[in-house]
């Protein structure tokens, strides 16, 4: 093999995997792509270090996007402290461009397949779902979040909280008092990636009675500046949800870099121009 294909294949290996974790070319050069994929793999799982490429692991079972196999990697990694979850936010799943009925399919979110491989957990929505799905309604606000938490039988140190409001989802995990290991957000992907703003905060706030548009939620920068100060890393972003770790479990933080997380910033509508926001 020539050297430029040998570095040429490192490379694109470095892009993928993390710069920081290919440091051999001869991985490279005897392995070729795919073989050095899989030893740098195999060495992150050896190590107490989380993988800065995640998007390798995502799948879809029951989760919107890929978040699925994002969780089965991330707790494959930090061992669950309760096997416990908070879902807000859940619906039913879109098939051909229409609402599934949500009693023959089940839900779609992102903490199913956990409860169906024994974790215990709390569904919260806005909306009613028949009862043998398990789902307590109740409209979330930052000045209720804990108080339904406590009624709902959370413990102090829960592993996952999972949150889809389409509005305060910025104020509600503020005001939030527990530090669960790991968590999602929703964030508004219309933003650009520079912006660090989020909608005013109104208790009573309705997508729905919006229009359902861009107005929604947070800029990811801003969630990720909210994260740091909660003592969270942003390590993964797939144009609809992003996943932090607490830092103290995270110990190659240095890793995970904005501007390469920051992707599918085209997924979605654009803003009007008018809409009012709050730079945070």
Known sequence: MSNRIRERLLRRTRQQLGGT???DAYLASWHGLYGAERMVRRRLESSDRLCPRLQVYG???HSQNDEDGILEYLFSRIPPRESFFVE???GPPWRGGALQ??????LECNCRLL???GWRGLYLDGESYPASLGVTQGFVTAENINELLVEGGVPEDFDLFSLDIDGNDYWVWKALKYQPSVVIMEYNAAIAATES???PYDPEFSWSAHGRTAYYGASLLALKRLAEQKGY???YANGVNAFFVLSSLVPNRADFVYERIYRYKDCHAELRGDEVWQEV
């Open 21 to 23: 974790w290919v440091k």
């Open 59 to 61: 799948r879809k079972v």
């Open 88 to 90: 807000i936010g859940v």
């Open 101 to 106: 009925d949500v009693a023959k399919t089940g």
């Open 115 to 117: 409860a169906e491989r």
């Open 197 to 199: 703003k989020t909608i």
């Open 233 to 235: 890393t942003l390590v």
